[in-house]
């Protein structure tokens, strides 16, 4: 048994993903209609992850993935189910017929910014699936901070699914475009 889960921020990038459901297998994009992407979700390492935010007049592209449901467990753990994130299990997106499962921040802080690395690694699944080059342009022009602790383990396993991808200087990426 398999479920579908929609990807919009780090676990686009596949090599992140797989790092944590080694069955995941992408079926294609997809567009969230009447949300608006934040990096609000308030972490424990202090920085802002990837959300989804209501808004009738905007939509974000994704990345639809095929996961063994015995990998949903490890999926809710990485995503922090229950510590800020809450999974919805009937979630709607464009480009699927049938609805996905998909986490969204239930504690939020709009004064918070993504780590640069953080940032960096949705623009590359961004970039790597061929979504949207304006949103990919609205998120190079998204605020970050710099992280200061390059011991991070997650920091450091971003860089390295980037670098499996071909993505030797993550900084490149938060570059503006033109």
């Known amino acids: ?19 944590r459901c080694p069955s995941a297998r992408v079926v294609g994009t997809g ?3 009447a949300w608006s992407l934040a990096f609000s979700k308030a972490s424990k ?3 802002g992850k990837a959300t989804l935010v209501t808004d009738p007049n905007s939509a974000v592209p994704g990345v639809i993935f095929e996961i063994d449901l015995a990998e949903r467990e490890q999926l809710d ?14 979630f709607a997106i464009e480009g699927s ?11 939020l802080d709009n004064t918070l ?3 640069d690395w953080y ?7 961004a970039e790597y699936h061929g979504l949207d080059t304006a949103h990919v342009a609205a998120l190079r022009g998204t605020r970050f901070v710099e ?6 383990r997650t920091r450091v396993e971003a860089i390295e699914a980037m670098r499996e991808h071909g993505i030797e200087d993550y900084r490149t990426l938060l570059e503006r475009l033109g």
């Open 1 to 19: 048994m398999t479920f579908l889960y929609f990807a919009y921020g780090s676990n686009m990038l596949p090599a992140r993903l797989l790092g």
């Open 31 to 33: 567009v969230a209609r």
């Open 45 to 47: 390492d202090g920085s």
């Open 77 to 90: 753990r990485h995503e922090g189910v229950g510590y800020g994130y809450r999974r919805d299990d009937t």
């Open 97 to 107: 017929s049938v609805p996905a499962s998909s986490y969204l921040g239930t504690s």
């Open 113 to 115: 910014r993504p780590f």
């Open 119 to 125: 940032l960096a690694t949705v623009i590359a699944g």
């Open 147 to 152: 992280d200061t602790e390059l011991g991070r």
